[in-house]
């Protein structure tokens, strides 16, 4: 296990597609999340997983975002009707509950909308 | 919701020099408060955290400060190194465990040779 995994690593859309990303946690990590980061900002929280269940959505997950964690394993994240404002790094993350470590963070994908 | 104020946005120093950045918070119920160092082009990785029942802690260059009195921390690097440029993020969290990460704006450190 080499860490959070993220695919695809870039994706260039045209306005008014749907995306969807995937992550897959450490393995044991029984928590994930997903951010968005915009180019000179700081990771803006979207969404949580515990297991399968979806505990807490931010005000900036929009009706055109959803998230799903089926298995309690891997995630995706689907943005529909894309907007040139989705345009950001879309970063994923996992820890374990009342685990001492925190957060390991995914290299992220990297979304263009066109 | 929580909001989460870092200073500066830009910092140079001198090879060996120590390097101070500042974070405030605005909930007081914010119990976490862990530092990332991201570099151009990478993820972010934690170097250093801290709970509110712990005033400071150390991790060999890399010290953090915490008055919850005053709602703010601080990440401090002694000795610097060039490869300690990078963009720090300071976050806060609220509630039992970690759960969401409220971040700062960031700090570009750059350590001049």
């Known amino acids: 296990d080499t860490g959070v995994s993220q695919n695809p690593r870039h994706k260039i859309t045209k306005r008014g597609q749907n995306v969807t990303f995937r992550c897959d946690p450490i393995s044991e990590h029984n928590r994930l999340y997903w951010y968005r980061q915009t180019l000179g900002q700081g990771p803006e929280f979207l969404t949580y997983?515990?297991?399968?269940?979806?505990?807490?959505k931010s005000r900036l997950l929009s009706d055109r975002f959803s998230a799903e964690r089926p298995k309690g394993s891997f995630s995706t994240l689907e943005i529909q009707r894309t907007e040139q404002g989705d345009s950001a790094m879309y970063l994923c993350a996992s820890d374990i509950e009342a685990g001492v470590q925190g957060y390991t963070f995914g290299s992220g994908t990297r979304l263009t909308v066109v | 919701g929580e909001n989460v104020e870092q200073h500066p946005s830009t910092l140079s120093v001198q090879e060996g020099d120590s390097a101070v950045i500042k974070c405030t918070y605005s909930?007081?119920?914010?119990?976490?408060f862990p530092w990332y160092k991201q570099e151009l082009g990478k993820r972010p990785q934690l170097i250093i955290d801290?709970?509110?029942?712990?005033g400071e802690k150390k991790d060999q260059r890399i010290a953090v400060t915490l008055n919850k009195t005053a709602k703010h921390f601080s990440l401090h690097i002694t000795e610097t190194q060039p490869e300690d440029s990078a963009v720090y993020f300071c976050?806060?969290?609220?509630?039992?465990?970690?759960?969401?990460?409220?971040f700062g704006s960031g700090t570009r450190l750059q350590v001049q040779p």
């Open positions: 976050a806060a969290s609220t509630g039992t465990g970690r759960r969401a990460l409220t």
């Open positions: 997983f515990q297991n399968e269940a979806q505990l807490e």
């Open positions: 801290i709970r509110s029942n712990v």
């Open positions: 909930d007081s119920a914010s119990n976490y």
